[in-house]
């Protein structure tokens, strides 16, 4: 069955320094979602992409998030200057289609922030 | 503002029905009603969706009240493996002409114990 997957599981980062994570989305889905989730608290939408442009973002994401689909298989969350408080798991999501939209979540990507 | 209400939590016995309500009171006429659920230290996982009918699949079914403020998701025989936390979501109907493109709000959910 298809799924999503997402490197790295884990990352650890000074504050301050910039971080990529990266996720293949299922290949025929044309939706991509970043969403994150605090420990402990609950999951929160970040942003979505379509036809190679941000559709909706949250207050969470400001200008030091970024995304990108560099190529055909990967789709990219960039974080340019970390804080402390971006200490959270971040999960990709891809839908095929836009309504009746069935999200497929990846395992996530645990980020700690030092 | 996830405009959903769930149950704290809920337990189970194993092999037993399972009913999961939730309330969306304010609901619209084009919004969704989507369930999903986390298991620990996993992704959210999709579980059913509906509009106005209730639904079915391999997974569990939903019943949607006739006046859609409130449905319940059923898991007719529980397993260990559905301890998780389950998530009822409204979500914008694209073809209302808004501009959800697909976010899902998330709430606090129900944590789901299934006791052996």
């Known amino acids: 069955e298809p799924e999503v997957t997402q490197t790295p599981s884990h990352q650890v980062t000074q504050m301050g320094q910039e971080v990529i994570l990266r996720c293949v989305p299922i290949?025929?889905?044309?939706?991509f979602y970043w969403y994150r989730q605090i420990l402990g608290q609950k999951v929160e939408f970040l942003v979505s992409f379509y036809n190679n442009e941000i559709s909706e973002k949250s207050e969470i994401f400001d200008d030091q998030f970024s995304v990108e689909r560099p190529d055909g298989s990967n789709f990219t969350l960039k974080i340019r200057s970390t804080k402390l408080e971006d200490s959270a798991m971040y999960f990709c999501a891809s839908s095929e289609r836009l309504n009746y939209n069935e999200q497929f979540f990846g395992p996530g990507t645990r980020l700690t922030v030092l | 503002d996830a405009k959903t209400t769930q149950p704290n939590s809920m337990e189970s016995n194993e092999e037993e029905p399972v009913h999961l309500p939730c309330n969306h009171s304010?609901?619209?006429?084009?919004?969704?009603i989507h369930w999903y659920r986390q298991l620990p230290s996993q992704g959210p996982e999709y579980v059913i969706h509906g509009l106005t009918s209730n639904v079915n699949n391999r997974m569990a079914s939903l019943a949607i009240a006739e006046d859609r403020k409130s449905s319940t998701l059923i898991l007719h025989r529980a397993t260990l493996r559905d301890a998780a936390v389950y998530y009822c979501i409204r979500q914008k109907g694209f073809n209302a002409g808004g501009t959800s493109y697909g976010k899902l709000t998330f709430g606090q959910g129900t944590i789901l114990t299934v006791h052996p």
């Open positions: 304010t609901i619209s006429g084009t919004d969704y």
């Open positions: 290949s025929n889905h044309l939706y």
